[in-house]
């Protein structure tokens, strides 16, 4: 300290304050020394500092790209479902599966295919495979599917003139298109005046078995008769064989004064209605009138011995 300076009085006396350190030479090359305090500039060709430094080897700049997580699962289920839709679609009454599964597996055939396209997944064949197989299962389900709605929802009609063309009578026979025939018989007096018994016979003459999912309308001069006024009487048989004959028996209320009656009937819903017209039993159990007395006797006696 010379002295034109003075004393730092924090400090004490005889103790010198440390030296500063000189600042850092620049290798061979360098542009100059650095000035007191700054960052000196970093060697051309030597790895970044970072707060990595001393802690082994640098990490790589800049960073390689992250591989994406290949999404393949889509492709394979496209596959998986293409392949199980051409395995039913053949079938006839499993034709609407095929059909679904063909459908699902076009669907994800397109989006695994795109996801391919895209890098994030690595099964395109996988993908477009399922795709195809898909499409051509949809394609055969939806012909077969077509041809069983067509099928099922087809309604045989009346082949006879008898029940179509006119109204029927008791006793014709109403033949259907398949060949299963109905007749019906003469209407029968219930159980009392106001209810009559109605018999179908039903002629199975067709190949296969006949359900009766049956139904039965009356009309009294063109009004139907409210349902609960038709009954079908239990214990008729459910299906009938090939060959075989089932006579089923519907109960019928009527209004007072009828006298005719127009009857609509069909064996189950995939049949068309066969049309009658039948006359009511001129007289019904408790429509015939008392017996009259005999002259020769008190009421309520006979003659006969």
Known sequence: MTTDQQPDPSRLSGV???????????PAGGRGTPLPGSVPAWPAGAPAPGPWAGY???????????????????????????????SVCWTYFLSPLGLAL????????????????????????????????????????????TLLLVDVLRVTEVDSAAGSDYLAEPGDEVVFA??????????????????????VTVDNRTD???????????????EMLPRDYVARVPGAAGEVAPGEVAEVEYRVSL?????????????ADAYAWGYWFVFLPAERESERPPAEPDDEGPPGTSLDV
């Open 178 to 199: 398949d060949g299963l025939v109905v007749t019906l018989a003469r209407p029968r007096p219930g159980g009392t005046a106001h209810e009559v018994l109605l018999t």
């Open 56 to 86: 082994g080897a640098p990490l790589p700049w800049p960073p390689p790209p992250v591989p994406l997580r290949q999404r393949n699962g889509t492709g394979v289920a496209a596959l998986v479902l293409g392949v199980l839709g051409a």
């Open 102 to 145: 063909g459908a699902l597996a076009v669907a994800f055939g397109l989006i695994g295919s795109g996801r391919a396209k895209r890098g994030a997944a690595s099964n395109r064949p996988v993908a477009l495979g399922g795709l195809w197989t898909g499409a051509g299962a949809a394609l055969v389900g939806a012909v077969l599917t």
């Open 255 to 267: 209004d007072p004064g009828m006298t005719a009656l127009a009857v609509d009937y069909r064996p």
């Open 208 to 222: 296969g078995f006949v359900t009766l999912d049956d139904e039965l309308r009356a009309l009294d001069d063109g």
């Open 16 to 26: 010198e304050p440390p030296a500063t350190p000189p600042p850092p030479s620049l």
